[in-house]
Protein backbone atom coordinates (compact mmCIF):
# COMPACT_ATOMS: atom_id res chain seq x y z
CA UNK A 1 0.00 0.00 0.00
CA UNK A 2 1.05 3.22 -1.11
CA UNK A 3 1.38 6.12 2.34
CA UNK A 4 4.14 8.05 4.09
CA UNK A 5 6.23 6.40 6.98
CA UNK A 6 6.97 8.80 9.78
CA UNK A 7 9.82 7.70 12.44
CA UNK A 8 9.98 7.58 15.15
CA UNK A 9 6.99 7.78 16.48
CA UNK A 10 8.00 8.77 19.48
CA UNK A 11 11.55 10.51 20.55
CA UNK A 12 12.90 12.45 23.51
CA UNK A 13 15.53 14.49 23.62
CA UNK A 14 17.85 16.40 25.75
CA UNK A 15 18.19 20.21 25.92
CA UNK A 16 21.14 20.97 22.95
CA UNK A 17 20.89 18.51 21.07
CA UNK A 18 20.00 17.70 17.80
CA UNK A 19 17.65 15.49 16.22
CA UNK A 20 16.62 13.95 12.82
CA UNK A 21 13.06 12.90 12.05
CA UNK A 22 12.25 10.43 9.21
CA UNK A 23 9.86 10.92 6.70
CA UNK A 24 9.59 8.39 3.47
CA UNK A 25 6.96 8.50 0.84
CA UNK A 26 6.26 5.93 -2.08
CA UNK A 27 3.03 7.97 -3.73
CA UNK A 28 5.58 9.21 -6.35
CA UNK A 29 4.44 12.50 -4.90
CA UNK A 30 6.59 15.43 -6.03
CA UNK A 31 5.44 18.06 -3.23
CA UNK A 32 6.43 17.31 0.73
CA UNK A 33 5.75 19.16 3.58
CA UNK A 34 6.62 19.68 7.23
CA UNK A 35 4.29 21.10 9.24
CA UNK A 36 4.20 21.30 13.25
CA UNK A 37 1.45 20.47 15.73
CA UNK A 38 0.62 22.14 19.53
CA UNK A 39 -2.54 22.33 21.33
CA UNK A 40 -4.52 25.20 20.55
CA UNK A 41 -2.20 26.31 17.25
CA UNK A 42 -3.42 23.75 15.08
CA UNK A 43 -0.86 23.25 11.97
CA UNK A 44 2.12 25.38 11.25
CA UNK A 45 4.52 25.24 8.43
CA UNK A 46 7.78 24.36 8.55
CA UNK A 47 9.03 23.72 5.35
CA UNK A 48 7.91 22.68 2.54
CA UNK A 49 9.47 21.27 -0.88
CA UNK A 50 7.94 21.04 -4.10
CA UNK A 51 10.86 19.04 -6.15
CA UNK A 52 14.01 17.73 -5.36
CA UNK A 53 16.79 19.21 -3.95
CA UNK A 54 14.74 22.45 -3.86
CA UNK A 55 12.85 23.37 -0.86
CA UNK A 56 11.26 27.05 1.08
CA UNK A 57 11.03 27.78 4.77
CA UNK A 58 7.40 27.94 5.60
CA UNK A 59 6.36 29.75 8.49
CA UNK A 60 8.47 28.68 11.55
CA UNK A 61 11.30 27.60 10.06
CA UNK A 62 14.31 29.00 12.64
CA UNK A 63 15.75 25.85 14.21
CA UNK A 64 15.57 23.49 11.83
CA UNK A 65 16.76 22.45 9.09
CA UNK A 66 15.58 19.72 6.15
CA UNK A 67 17.61 18.39 2.53
CA UNK A 68 15.68 17.02 -0.34
CA UNK A 69 18.37 15.07 -1.81
CA UNK A 70 15.53 12.18 -3.20
CA UNK A 71 11.63 12.04 -4.69
CA UNK A 72 11.01 9.66 -1.43
CA UNK A 73 12.60 11.13 1.26
CA UNK A 74 12.09 14.72 3.40
CA UNK A 75 13.67 14.53 6.70
CA UNK A 76 13.48 17.17 9.19
CA UNK A 77 16.18 17.57 11.92
CA UNK A 78 15.48 19.85 14.84
CA UNK A 79 18.63 21.66 15.96
CA UNK A 80 19.33 23.13 19.10
CA UNK A 81 18.96 26.38 18.21
CA UNK A 82 14.89 25.79 18.60
CA UNK A 83 13.89 26.87 21.40
CA UNK A 84 10.79 24.93 22.00
CA UNK A 85 10.69 21.84 20.57
CA UNK A 86 8.33 20.10 22.22
CA UNK A 87 5.57 19.06 19.76
CA UNK A 88 3.62 16.59 17.65
CA UNK A 89 5.62 16.69 14.36
CA UNK A 90 3.19 15.83 10.37
CA UNK A 91 4.70 15.49 7.81
CA UNK A 92 2.90 15.33 4.04
CA UNK A 93 3.37 14.72 0.63
CA UNK A 94 1.16 16.05 -2.87
CA UNK A 95 0.88 14.34 -6.08
CA UNK A 96 2.32 18.01 -7.83
CA UNK A 97 3.18 21.37 -8.21
CA UNK A 98 0.84 24.10 -9.75
CA UNK A 99 -2.55 24.28 -10.10
CA UNK A 100 -3.05 20.69 -11.69
CA UNK A 101 -5.36 18.61 -9.93
CA UNK A 102 -5.95 21.04 -6.47
CA UNK A 103 -3.69 18.16 -4.21
CA UNK A 104 -4.86 16.89 -0.99
CA UNK A 105 -2.26 16.69 0.75
CA UNK A 106 -1.59 12.70 2.70
CA UNK A 107 -0.73 12.69 5.73
CA UNK A 108 2.09 10.31 7.98
CA UNK A 109 0.98 9.28 11.31
CA UNK A 110 3.64 11.83 13.38
CA UNK A 111 6.04 11.92 15.79
CA UNK A 112 5.81 13.17 18.88
CA UNK A 113 9.45 14.88 20.05
CA UNK A 114 9.92 15.71 23.98
CA UNK A 115 12.70 17.33 25.12
CA UNK A 116 13.66 16.21 28.80
CA UNK B 1 -2.48 38.18 4.58
CA UNK B 2 -3.96 35.01 3.37
CA UNK B 3 -5.38 33.53 6.21
CA UNK B 4 -8.04 30.78 7.43
CA UNK B 5 -9.81 30.80 10.30
CA UNK B 6 -12.02 28.66 12.42
CA UNK B 7 -13.87 30.37 15.36
CA UNK B 8 -14.82 28.12 17.27
CA UNK B 9 -12.42 25.70 19.50
CA UNK B 10 -14.96 23.56 20.10
CA UNK B 11 -18.69 21.98 19.23
CA UNK B 12 -20.60 20.22 21.30
CA UNK B 13 -23.65 18.04 19.50
CA UNK B 14 -26.13 15.61 20.58
CA UNK B 15 -26.28 12.44 18.78
CA UNK B 16 -28.82 12.34 15.62
CA UNK B 17 -28.83 15.70 15.33
CA UNK B 18 -27.38 18.21 12.69
CA UNK B 19 -23.80 19.38 13.11
CA UNK B 20 -21.89 22.36 11.39
CA UNK B 21 -18.22 23.15 11.97
CA UNK B 22 -17.65 26.93 10.68
CA UNK B 23 -14.44 27.58 8.62
CA UNK B 24 -13.95 31.48 6.73
CA UNK B 25 -10.81 32.09 4.84
CA UNK B 26 -9.25 35.24 3.51
CA UNK B 27 -7.17 34.65 -0.06
CA UNK B 28 -6.66 35.83 -3.05
CA UNK B 29 -8.13 34.75 -6.18
CA UNK B 30 -10.39 31.80 -6.33
CA UNK B 31 -9.94 29.42 -2.91
CA UNK B 32 -8.95 26.24 -3.07
CA UNK B 33 -10.34 24.75 -0.02
CA UNK B 34 -10.09 21.71 2.20
CA UNK B 35 -11.84 20.24 5.42
CA UNK B 36 -9.62 17.54 7.03
CA UNK B 37 -10.04 15.11 10.22
CA UNK B 38 -7.81 13.57 12.99
CA UNK B 39 -8.28 11.42 15.52
CA UNK B 40 -5.93 11.27 18.73
CA UNK B 41 -2.14 10.76 18.19
CA UNK B 42 -2.43 10.28 14.35
CA UNK B 43 -2.15 12.23 11.17
CA UNK B 44 -5.05 13.72 9.71
CA UNK B 45 -7.00 12.63 6.59
CA UNK B 46 -8.59 14.31 4.19
CA UNK B 47 -12.75 14.39 4.20
CA UNK B 48 -13.31 16.59 1.49
CA UNK B 49 -12.42 19.50 -1.47
CA UNK B 50 -14.06 22.86 -3.06
CA UNK B 51 -12.11 23.28 -6.04
CA UNK B 52 -15.22 24.97 -8.73
CA UNK B 53 -18.46 24.12 -9.31
CA UNK B 54 -21.61 23.27 -6.79
CA UNK B 55 -20.83 24.72 -4.04
CA UNK B 56 -22.20 22.31 -1.96
CA UNK B 57 -19.56 19.50 -1.94
CA UNK B 58 -20.01 16.15 -0.30
CA UNK B 59 -17.43 14.09 0.89
CA UNK B 60 -16.26 11.04 2.66
CA UNK B 61 -18.50 9.62 6.23
CA UNK B 62 -21.54 11.61 5.12
CA UNK B 63 -19.98 14.34 5.51
CA UNK B 64 -20.75 18.10 3.45
CA UNK B 65 -19.08 21.60 2.84
CA UNK B 66 -20.62 24.54 1.41
CA UNK B 67 -19.30 27.21 0.03
CA UNK B 68 -19.70 30.79 0.30
CA UNK B 69 -18.23 33.28 -2.22
CA UNK B 70 -19.71 36.49 -0.66
CA UNK B 71 -19.72 35.36 2.89
CA UNK B 72 -16.23 34.17 2.16
CA UNK B 73 -16.80 30.71 4.23
CA UNK B 74 -16.24 26.83 3.65
CA UNK B 75 -18.81 25.40 6.94
CA UNK B 76 -18.51 21.80 7.20
CA UNK B 77 -21.66 19.86 7.80
CA UNK B 78 -23.44 16.69 8.34
CA UNK B 79 -27.36 16.25 8.66
CA UNK B 80 -27.13 13.39 11.58
CA UNK B 81 -23.97 13.27 13.63
CA UNK B 82 -22.48 10.06 15.01
CA UNK B 83 -20.48 9.76 18.46
CA UNK B 84 -17.90 8.29 15.98
CA UNK B 85 -17.31 11.83 14.28
CA UNK B 86 -15.41 12.99 17.35
CA UNK B 87 -12.42 13.78 16.37
CA UNK B 88 -10.44 17.60 15.61
CA UNK B 89 -11.39 19.40 12.36
CA UNK B 90 -9.33 21.43 10.18
CA UNK B 91 -10.31 23.47 7.43
CA UNK B 92 -7.36 24.67 5.10
CA UNK B 93 -6.34 26.79 1.99
CA UNK B 94 -4.21 26.28 -0.83
CA UNK B 95 -2.38 29.13 -1.47
CA UNK B 96 -0.54 29.91 -5.18
CA UNK B 97 1.75 32.12 -6.96
CA UNK B 98 5.39 32.62 -4.70
CA UNK B 99 4.19 30.62 -2.03
CA UNK B 100 2.90 27.50 -3.41
CA UNK B 101 1.59 26.12 -0.28
CA UNK B 102 -1.30 25.15 2.14
CA UNK B 103 -2.50 26.81 5.24
CA UNK B 104 -4.38 25.55 7.86
CA UNK B 105 -6.92 26.66 10.70
CA UNK B 106 -6.59 26.26 14.62
CA UNK B 107 -9.02 23.36 14.44
CA UNK B 108 -12.21 22.62 15.97
CA UNK B 109 -12.41 19.87 18.23
CA UNK B 110 -16.08 18.37 17.83
CA UNK B 111 -17.91 16.39 20.72
CA UNK B 112 -20.41 14.32 19.79
CA UNK B 113 -22.76 13.46 22.88
CA UNK B 114 -24.48 10.24 23.36
Known amino acids: DGGITQSPKYLFRKEGQNVTLSCEQNLNHDAMYWYRQDPGQGLRLIYY???????QKGDIAEGYSVSREKKESFPLTVTSAQKNPTAFYLC???????????????FGAGSRLTVL | AQSVAQPEDQVNVAEGNPLTVKCTYSVSGNPYLFWYVQYPNRGLQFLLK??????LVKGSYGFEAEFNKSQTSFHLKKPSALVSDSALYFC????????????FGKGTRLHILP
Open chain 2, 50 to 55: YITGDN
Open chain 1, 49 to 55: SQIVNDF
Open chain 1, 92 to 106: ASSGGVGRSGANVLT
Open chain 2, 92 to 103: AVRLWGRDDKII
